[in-house]
T-cell receptor
Framework: KAGVTQTPRYLIKTRGQQVTLSCSPI?????VSWYQQTPGQGLQFLFE???????NKGNFPGRFSGRQFSNSRSEMNVSTLELGDSALYLC??????????????FGPGTRLTVL | SQELEQSPQSLIVQEGKNLTINCTSS?????LYWYKQKYGEGLIFLMM?????EEKSHEKITAKLDEKKQQSSLHITASQPSHAGIYLC???????????????FGQGTILTVHP
């Protein structure tokens, strides 16, 4: 079974631009979560989607948004990029996203560099 | 302050030595996950613990959750260079509540194993 895939793996953007990252979950998984990882803040939860609906959201500004398609693939978008948005963006998928019954499996990440 | 505290922050051991990494919360943990990450890459799922006193092993790695469900430890026996990486503990529900698709992570422990 194929794992979680993320595209692109690397991105370089300049301040003020916007970016879209893509995540394809493991087949059969309907929950997709997104995380931001930085050296200073560690791994932080962005949001979670299930059946095309956002069910949970972390403490990030509105510049960070996402969506999920009917095939469970998900995208996240960051508008008006800032230098501080440089990070490794990870997505994870699970069957239901229901706590303590389901394991999240992570993709390889997208490394975003904002210049 | 972090909801999950990991210790130590970094660890350097000689190949063949045993080691332990700890993950502590001031609140009850309902689902505790251990992941391993190679720098700049995605997270690899190791084990998940739910019940107080639970212990799981895979190859040379053993994870335990204490009876009070506030502390977990990860023990590696006879370490090898392949064990090197960043070890992260994550919890999906701390002290009750519902949190779809969200894992809260510790800051990670960097493990170096010298041949």
């Amino acid at each position: 079974k194929a794992g979680v895939t993320q595209t692109p793996r690397y991105l370089i953007k300049t301040r003020g631009q916007q970016v879209t990252l893509s995540c394809s979950p493991i087949s059969g998984h309907r929950s997709v979560s997104w995380y931001q990882q930085t050296p200073g803040q560690g791994l932080q939860f962005l949001f979670e989607y299930f059946s095309e609906t956002q069910r949970n959201k972390g403490n990030f500004p509105g510049r960070f948004s996402g969506r999920q398609f009917s095939n469970s693939r998900s995208e996240m978008n960051v508008s008006t990029l800032e230098l501080g948005d440089s990070a490794l963006y990870l997505c994870a998928s699970s069957f239901t996203g229901v706590e303590s019954t389901d394991t999240q499996y992570f993709g390889p990440g997208t490394r975003l560099t904002v210049l | 302050s972090q909801e999950l505290e990991q210790s130590p922050q970094s660890l350097i051991v000689q190949e063949g030595k045993n080691l332990t990494i700890n993950c502590t919360s001031s609140k009850t943990l309902y689902g505790l996950y251990w992941y391993k990450q190679k720098y700049g890459e995605g997270l690899i799922f190791l084990m998940m613990l739910q019940k107080g006193g639970e212990e799981k092993s895979h190859e040379k790695i053993t994870a335990k959750l204490d009876e009070k469900k506030q502390q977990s430890s990860l023990h590696i026996t006879a370490s090898q260079p392949s064990h090197a990486g960043i070890y992260l503990c994550g919890a999906d529900k701390i002290a009750g509540g519902t949190s779809y698709g969200k894992l809260t992570f510790g800051q990670g422990t960097i493990l170096t194993v010298h041949p």
